[in-house]
């Protein structure tokens, strides 16, 4: 009943777990769509390179059957704070079902519920949902939890905080809300270099969770050269799904004449993916879908490998080789850098509505 594509499982220690392995792509039988100029017959000399891991982390697919849950359980309304995830296809799909997204609490009625999205909120979005008295549901990806939990951490122990990512990322803006008055956000090495902190011996260190690798890397060695007794987390924030499809892109980019990237402009992964590509050389483009292709890109090219961000669907990749196939593209090659198998549990309300439906089986522990 719940979940639809977006597999919802019950099992182990919450009740009820998320499958990231769902969204697997195995087979390819798309309707070939031969009306463009550069359209022809398949040719073996031409191949994709289909990356995997690739698209749907654990934290966006809670998300969004968080969403798809709520609206099948409460029905429409639903309220949702900023993007669920950021990908247009997927809050296009979720608006179609009755999901109602805001960029702020008080565009939300009083006493509505309302679902705060993947990205997280700051204390001061909680005490308007409060004052508003919202039935709030919390989509907040348990990693960037984590990241909010450190900060409220160093802030107590009288830490100055440096949060390293990009300033207009909801995630920054809600990690930054835990300690506004002892935080600095930086972005670039040129930026460590120019801060100041009340004690430079009592400084700690985070990081949004969708930054590249070697961006954060060359970030946190300046903040160490700058500050050498600095604290950081006790292991890395940046999340396992954005390190392991930058990894899967590394492994494979140099394998290819052209990398093309899944996702939405405002995904901060996704744009990472491009990055990693085009600072190994190989030429890389960010699409929301084949649409997007430019036919030119293509001239001269034998080999595309195909990736996705974290928060792009399935759906997505298939349309994308199904245009690359119809061009000519005839060899589909899965290259798995890595396993990838996830979960996350629900928040409470979403694993209470379950139980109290229809026909559903109590969970098992």
């Known amino acids: 009943m719940f ?12 009740g009820i777990l998320i499958d990231v392995t769902a969204t697997t792509l195995e087979t390819y039988s798309p309707v070939s769509d031969t009306t463009g100029p550069t359209a022809g017959p398949a040719s073996t000399d031409k191949r ?4 995997k891991p690739r698209g749907f982390c654990a934290g966006v697919v809670r998300a969004i059957d968080i969403v798809k849950i709520a609206l099948e359980t409460f029905g429409a309304p639903i309220y949702v704070r900023k993007e669920i995830v950021h990908n247009r296809f997927v809050v296009n799909e979720l608006a179609e079902k009755g999901a109602i997204f805001v ?19 700051s204390p001061a979005v909680r005490e308007q949902s409060k004052e508003r008295k919202l039935k709030v549901i919390d989509a907040t ?3 960037v939890t984590k990241v909010h939990v450190e900060a409220i951490k160093f802030a107590k122990q009288g830490y100055s905080l440096i949060l390293i990512g990009h300033r207009d990322h ?12 002892v935080t600095q956000v930086v972005s670039t090495v040129e930026e460590v270099q120019a801060l100041q902190v009340p004690d430079p011996e009592h400084v700690a260190y985070l990081t949004q969770t969708t930054l590249s690798l070697d961006e954060a ?8 050269e700058k500050f050498p007794k600095i604290a950081g987390p006790h292991s890395q924030d940046i999340c396992y799904a954005t390190e392991n499809r930058q990894t899967a892109v590394k492994n494979v980019a140099h394998q290819a004449d052209l990398v093309l990237v899944v996702g939405s402009n405002n995904s901060s992964n996704s744009n990472r993916l491009v990055e990693v590509s085009q600072n190994l050389s190989t030429r890389s483009y ?3 879908n084949s649409g997007a292709i430019d036919p030119v890109w293509l001239d001269g090219v034998s080999t595309v ?7 792009a669907p399935e759906i997505l990749v298939e349309d994308v080789v199904a245009y690359l196939k119809d061009r000519g593209f005839g060899s589909v090659e899965e290259v798995e850098v890595m396993p990838e198998n996830v979960r996350f549990g629900l928040p409470p309300e979403i694993v209470q509505a379950i139980q109290s439906a229809p026909g559903t089986t109590p969970a098992t522990v």
């Open 103 to 121: 960029d702020d609490i008080d565009q939300v009625p009083s006493g509505m519920r309302v679902i705060y999205s993947a990205h997280g909120v």
């Open 217 to 224: 890397r060359d970030i946190i060695q300046a903040l160490k």
């Open 170 to 181: 909801d995630e920054i803006e809600g990690t930054l809300g835990e300690a506004p008055d």
């Open 286 to 288: 960010l699409i929301e």
């Open 48 to 51: 994709v390179l289909l990356l």
């Open 3 to 14: 979940g639809g594509s977006y597999l919802c499982s019950r099992g182990a220690r919450n």
């Open 141 to 143: 990806c348990p990693l």
């Open 305 to 311: 490998a195909v990736t996705a961000g974290a928060s």
